[in-house]
Each structure stands twice: as structure tokens, then as C-alpha cells.
């Protein structure tokens, strides 16, 4: 038997299809460490018979049963293959459907005998078992063989034609040869806290024998990678701890001249906010803090006059924005808040390079020689997209004079962080000295998992908004007055208002692997399956055509998706922003601080898909100007927990309510995006655990206290080095 590494690629490993690798390519593994990496969502308990008159709608459950009946047909909307079957015990018999596997009708023909293992759902005509997996037994003498010296079988997430028989059977083929790893974990933190070694805990969580294996398993895994993460946090802590930074004077009477420059007065938070960033400007340690605030609370100004004062000390500031439209917004803000301000200005983005040097100068320039005026200290302001700190082989492209601050906005993405890191260190190489940094953010994250996830920064916190805002009219629509609201949209729009259309993006995977479908009633009575692999401009593309055709065909109807090229984009919303369209349907792409203060209506489509955080964000897009402005939900959901939720966004008075009820409900995935952070799913359900957090940190603490240089864990050391580098992805 040949064995395996970590490292081995699992195209070498004997005894597993090309097609299946070519599979699990797909969705990022490649090598035997990938795959043993990759963790069951849940296990199948086959020692638990179900007897069929006790299934229950929602519970997983397995049974034993004899096919009665099984049919197959296509479905004559979607063509798609559905294998219908009826299934029998001694104690009652139910329906069950397989979409998409026509296979199965002869699999499992009529009289035949199987475990069935899946989700009960209810329809119109009654419970059905929806894609259950199924083992065939032709006596009890096989079932032992079916399930050799476990009764768990792992479920895992199923995808894009991966199952989870085939995952077993893969991992079946690896685990056994696995040449035994080194644990990572120092032996005092796995004793003390009764830690599964980690080949042990491999083999758990992938086979268990019992369920209490297969907890301690998953126990050590998510420890594990809070662990890392803190690790991974303290020590850059340590890190800047030992840096220096530009020490930036308190200037009060640049201060003063700044709030006489601004058209209203600061709130009582804006100034706290701006007090505690410009204190900690003050100190010869780099500042690393977050400025949190809802949407439309006013983030920009403060973070602009913390930009203004760090050019007054005589050092130059970078100002970053996650899209185009915004650093185009947030230089134009300077530009007309700050017009007689005595120093440079830059605005670099892919499109753009221009300098204003006050007074209504403006000059468009060579991104060359911009970049020129950049290093040579003349622009001392440089605004931008995130392409400013983008790498060009391992440095940064820019290079700054004498880098006092680093200000991010709407930074909800883990990855911007260590590519400013870039930044303060190549800065630093320039100067000796470290910026300042100061991220914003509208997504409001509680405390703690703010500090896991970001390390240990600071907070500030702006929790009102400008006075005179009128609060936006909120309303749950039923679907029967779904004409009423277009009726709605369309008097507003010819008063010469605009309107958003939000739709979700479809996920193609649910977290069980059984929602590849959803499922709708057709007009027989019976269940027809339509797939929601869609993707997100798919969903936004009918929703386009619908409301261009059909409902609005006398509107001015634009889309926007994440699919469109940077320039279209760009433009769509430009355009929309200078009112050449009526309508915006668009993705969550809208999501992120624009302003476009003449919409004030934000439709939402199938709210029941965002995220309370989420759905705060797309209100905070309207609401911004003069004229009354609403929010419409829309959801086909029913059920009881779509309601609650999306009350809890009508009653919520703030961001930070709904960010923890967020955390509650869906948890920190959903509530900080889990493609943004770049963090595994693991992590990201770790974090909804505080006693984990807490001993993730205190063991970090301990193992720094002992050896900061991790010398004597070179384990550790190596596999936190491919933590980081893993979450550097984006
Ligand atoms: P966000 O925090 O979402 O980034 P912005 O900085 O874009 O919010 O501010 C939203 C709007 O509110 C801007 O048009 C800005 O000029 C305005 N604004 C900011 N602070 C105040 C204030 N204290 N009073 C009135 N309007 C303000
Ligand atoms: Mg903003």
C-alpha cells in the first residue's frame, strides 16, 4: 500500500477516477491535506431507524423501507429528470423525490429494500423525503458490511455533482495511508484541554465511531483555527508594537478652520470618533482602528479632516475606496468641502488621474507623472480604489514620500488589511516609520469578534445620524399587493425620483446539500422542482426583463451585476446618479456606500435571502436626500422565522442591534459575507462560540509568553504560515 502526505496530490493517489478529481478541483482540492480538510456538515446516525409514521417535516432522518412504487417523468417546464417514488415500513408509507438522478429508478427498482437517509419536507400533498440517500440491502447480513465499525456516516456539503458517497469513498481510500502528521497543536494545549490528537481526530471526524468521537473532533478543529487566528493577530501585534509612527500634532486651529469649512455641525459621536482618532495620531505608535458607523452616519468627513490634519503635520496621507464611484465621490468631497484647503490633492483610480491643487485647479495628469508627484511629496493627499495597494510583484506600486496614514473605507474585507500591511511596510522601508491606519466600516461587528477577526485594534464608533434625516417608511409587501407597490414606484418616478431594485444572488449550494432545489407548487398539486443553481446575474437578468417589458415598459430600466465589465459598470451607475435611468435592478454590488441622494425607493426582492446587516445596508441607500423615501420587502417566504426577522428590521434603531441579532441567527458568515473575510467555514462558525474565542486566546497568550519566536514549535510555526497565507487569498 502506498502511502500518503499531507502534501500528496490526489491525482497520484491510486484508485480515484480523473473525473472526480477533476471534481474536487473545482471547488480547491487538490492535495490529501485539502481533502481531509474539507469537514462533514453533518453525519447520518444509521443505528437510529425511523419508523416511517414518526417522521417528522423539517428533521433529518433515516429509514428502512420497500420501494412500493417508483416512477420517473420530466418535469415539462424545467425538462429536468424527477424520480418519484413510494416508500413503505410496517408502519405507514411515504412519498419521496429525487431530482436530477433519473438513474435511480433503476438503482432502486419495485420490491426492493434500503436505508434512506434525508430531509422530511412538507408539501400540498402531504411529507415527502426530499433526495434522500439510500443504501441498498438485500438481507440484514449486509448491513454490517455496509457500515463496517461505524454507524455516523459522514453527509458533506454537496456540490456540483460531489457526493457524499463519493467523498467517503475517496477519503476511504486516503485516511488509511496517511502517514502519521506531527500535530501542530503543542501536546500541553491538547492535554489540558482533552484535544483529540490530530490523527486521531482526522479519523473522528471523517468516520466516527461514536458521536462523542465525532464532537471532540470538531471541538479540536475549531479550536484550532481560533487558535491560529490569534495567534496569527497577537504576534502582528507584537510586531507594530515594536514599530514607530509619525507622530501627528493636535492641531486645534486646523481643526477649527475645518469645522468652519463644513455646511452643518458634527453629531456628538462624529466629534468623539474624531477626538479619539486624532489622539491617537498624536502617539509614535501606529494607530490601528476601526471607525464604525450606519450608513449615512458621516464617516467620510471624519476620516477626511484625520487626512487633512496628518498633511498639516507635513505627511502625506492615502485614502482608499473599495469601487471606482466612490473615490470619485470621496475626492469630489474633498474637493467641495475643502476647496481653499492649501495642499494637493490626487485622485488615481484605473480611469482617473487627476490632482486639484485648490481654488478650483484642477488638473488631469499622466498616471506616471501623478505617481511622480506622489513620491515626490507634492500631492499630499493621494484618494483611490484598492488597486493603489495592489501587489506588483511583491511591492507595492506606489511609492509615497512620507506616508503618515492609511485611511480604508468600507473595509468589511480581511484581505484589505494585509494589503495595507503592504503599504505601512513598504512605507516604512521609505522612512523608517510606520503609518497610522484607519478603517470604516458600515457593517457593524460586536467587539469581540472585531478583535478576533481584525487582531487587536480600537474602536470608534459614530451611533446617530445627522439630525433632520427623515426616518425611511418601511414595509413588508404581501405578494397579492405587488401591483399596488409598482403603482407606488411609478408615481414616485414620474415626481422625478428614482427607484433600486435589489434581487438575491441564488447560491447554488446549501449548507446540507440537499436545497439544490427549491421547490414550488404547481397548479396539479404537486411539487415541481426548479433549480436555484443560478447564478446572480441570471436572477437579475429576469428580474431586467421583466420590469423593463412588463411592468415598466415606459420607464428608463437599467441592471447592474457583478458579472459586467469594471466600465459598464461604472458607467450604469453614473448614469443612474445623473439620472439617465428611471429603475436600477442590480445585485448586492449596490451594497457599498453610494450616494445617489434622488432615489428613495429600495425594492427588495426575496428579502428572506440577505442577511438583517445586509438589508439595513440596502435601506441605508436611499434616505439620503430631502424627499421622503421607502423600503419595500418582498418575500415569498412564509415561514415564521423570515417574519420575525424582518421585523426585527423594521423595529431595529440601530445597525448594531441588527448586527447582533444577525450573529444570533445566521452567524459570523453571513454577517460579515464568508467569501470577504477569506476565513473557512470552520472558522467562521467558531466565532459564533465565545468560550472558544477565549480559549483560542488565552492558549495563544500562553504558547507567546513561552517562546514569542515559536522556535520550539516549528509545527506551528509552519502550519501558521499557511493559515496566513490561505486567508491572504481573496
Ligand atoms: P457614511 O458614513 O455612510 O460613509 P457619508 O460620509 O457618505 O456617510 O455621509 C452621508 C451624507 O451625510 C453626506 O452627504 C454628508 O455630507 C452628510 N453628513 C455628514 N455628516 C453630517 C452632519 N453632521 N450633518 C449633516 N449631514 C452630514
Ligand atoms: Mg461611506
Redesign the pocket.
Known amino acids: 500500500m502506498n502511502s500518503v502526505f499531507l502534501k500528496t496530490p490526489l491525482a497520484s493517489v491510486k484508485g480515484i477516477g480523473p473525473k472526480f478529481i477533476a471534481k474536487l478541483e473545482k471547488i480547491g482540492i487538490t492535495s490529501v491535506g485539502d481533502l481531509l480538510w474539507h469537514f462533514p456538515v453533518r453525519y447520518d446516525d444509521w443505528s437510529h431507524i425511523t419508523d416511517i409514521k414518526n417522521l417528522r417535516p423539517g428533521e433529518y432522518a433515516v429509514i428502512r423501507a420497500k420501494v412500493k412504487k417508483i416512477g420517473f417523468r420530466k418535469s415539462w417546464i424545467q425538462k429536468l429528470a424527477i424520480v418519484e417514488a413510494s416508500l413503505e415500513d410496517e408502519s405507514g408509507s411515504i412519498r419521496t423525490i429525487w431530482f436530477g438522478q433519473p438513474f435511480i429508478k433503476r438503482v432502486l427498482g419495485e420490491g426492493k429494500q434500503a436505508f434512506f437517509s434525508g430531509k422530511v419536507l412538507s408539501g400540498k400533498r402531504g411529507i415527502f423525503l426530499s433526495n434522500p440517500a439510500y443504501e441498498v440491502v438485500s438481507d440484514e447480513a449486509n448491513i454490517k458490511e455496509l457500515f463496517p465499525q461505524h454507524e455516523l456516516l459522514a453527509i458533506y456539503p454537496e456540490t456540483k455533482g460531489l457526493t457524499s458517497k463519493g467523498i467517503r469513498f475517496v477519503i476511504g481510500k486516503v485516511l488509511p495511508r496517511l502517514i502519521n502528521i506531527p500535530d501542530f497543536i503543542p501536546e500541553e494545549i491538547l492535554k489540558k484541554n482533552r484535544f483529540p490528537e490530530i490523527n486521531q481526530a482526522l479519523k473522528s471526524v471523517h468516520c466516527p465511531k461514536t458521536s462523542e468521537e465525532e464532537i471532540a473532533a470538531k471541538r479540536r478543529f475549531a479550536f484550532e483555527e481560533l487558535f491560529l487566528l490569534q495567534l496569527g493577530t497577537l504576534l502582528e501585534k507584537k510586531r507594530l508594537a515594536k514599530t514607530k509612527a509619525p507622530s501627528i500634532e493636535f492641531n486645534l486651529d486646523f481643526i477649527k478652520w475645518a469645522f468652519g469649512r463644513?455646511?452643518?455641525?458634527?453629531?456628538f459621536s462624529?466629534k468623539r470618533s474624531l477626538y479619539e482618532i486624532l489622539k491617537d495620531l498624536e502617539r509614535h505608535q501606529p494607530m490601528n482602528r476601526l471607525l464604525q458607523?450606519?450608513?449615512?452616519?458621516?464617516?467620510?468627513?471624519?476620516?477626511a479632516i484625520a487626512a487633512m490634519e496628518t498633511t498639516e503635520s507635513g505627511y502625506q496621507a492615502v485614502f482608499m475606496a473599495p469601487t471606482e464611484i466612490l473615490a470619485n465621490?470621496h475626492y469630489r468631497?474633498f474637493q467641495k468641502?475643502f476647496s481653499d484647503f492649501g495642499h494637493p490633492i490626487g485622485l488615481l483610480t484605473a480611469k482617473s488621474s487627476l490632482a486639484f491643487y485648490g481654488d478650483g485647479l484642477e488638473s488631469e495628469m499622466r498616471k506616471k507623472d501623478l505617481l511622480k508627484e506622489v513620491e515626490n511629496g507634492k500631492i499630499k493627499i493621494l484618494i483611490g480604489t484598492h488597486a493603489l495597494i495592489a501587489k506588483s510583484s511583491g511591492e507595492s506600486k506606489i511609492k509615497f514620500n512620507n506616508l503618515g496614514l492609511i485611511v480604508v473605507?468600507?473595509q468589511h474585507r480581511f484581505g484589505v488589511r494585509q494589503r495595507a500591511e503592504l503599504v505601512q511596510n513598504q512605507a516604512r522601508k521609505s522612512s523608517g516609520l510606520v503609518p497610522h491606519f484607519l478603517s470604516?466600516s458600515?457593517t457593524p461587528i460586536p467587539r469581540t469578534l472585531a478583535i478576533t477577526i481584525f487582531g487587536d485594534l480600537d474602536l470608534s464608533t459614530?451611533d446617530e445620524?445627522?439630525?433632520?434625516?427623515k426616518p425611511i417608511i418601511t414595509k413588508i409587501v404581501d405578494p397579492l399587493n405587488r401591483d399596488k407597490a409598482y403603482a407606488f414606484i411609478r408615481g414616485e418616478i414620474r415626481k422625478g425620483r428614482q427607484a433600486f431594485v435589489i434581487c438575491p444572488r441564488i447560491e447554488s449550494q446549501s449548507e446540507s446539500g440537499d436545497l439544490v432545489y427549491e421547490y414550488e407548487n404547481n397548479e396539479a398539486g404537486g411539487l415541481s422542482a426548479k433549480k436555484s443553481g443560478w447564478s446572480e446575474s441570471k436572477t437579475v437578468k429576469e428580474e431586467f426583463e421583466k420590469l423593463s417589458k412588463k411592468v415598466f415598459p415606459d420607464l428608463r430600466v437599467a441592471m447592474l451585476h457583478g458579472k459586467m465589465k469594471a466600465e459598464e459598470k461604472q458607467k450604469t451607475m453614473s448614469d443612474f446618479k445623473e439620472q439617465k435611468s428611471d429603475i436600477l435592478v442590480a445585485t448586492s454590488v449596490v451594497e457599498v456606500?453610494v450616494?445617489v441622494?434622488n432615489a428613495v425607493i429600495m425594492m427588495i426582492e426575496g428579502a428572506e435571502r440577505f442577511g438583517l446587516a445586509q438589508l439595513y445596508q440596502f435601506r441605508?441607500r436611499v434616505g439620503?436626500g430631502e424627499h421622503q423615501s421607502f423600503c419595500f420587502l418582498f418575500t415569498e417566504s412564509s415561514s415564521e422565522t423570515t417574519g420575525q426577522r424582518l421585523k426585527a428590521l423594521l423595529e431595529a434603531k440601530n445597525g448594531f442591534e441588527l448586527a447582533e441579532k444577525d450573529l444570533e441567527i445566521r452567524g459570523p458568515g453571513a454577517l460579515l459575507g464568508a467569501e470577504q473575510t477569506g476565513l473557512p467555514d470552520t472558522t467562521m462558525r467558531a466565532l459564533q462560540n465565545p468560550a472558544m474565542i477565549k480559549l483560542g486566546r488565552q492558549s495563544a497568550e500562553h504558547i507567546l509568553e513561552k517562546d514569542a519566536s515559536l522556535r520550539s514549535y516549528p509545527a506551528l510555526k509552519e502550519r501558521l504560515e499557511k493559515f496566513k497565507a490561505d486567508i491572504h487569498l481573496e
Not at 293 to 303: C, W
Request: proline residues 8%.
Open positions: 463644513l455646511p452643518y455641525n458634527l453629531t462624529q458607523g450606519d450608513v449615512g452616519s458621516g464617516k467620510t468627513v471624519i476620516a465621490q468631497t468641502l473605507d468600507e470604516m458600515a459614530i445620524l445627522p439630525s433632520g434625516r456606500g450616494d441622494p441605508g439620503r
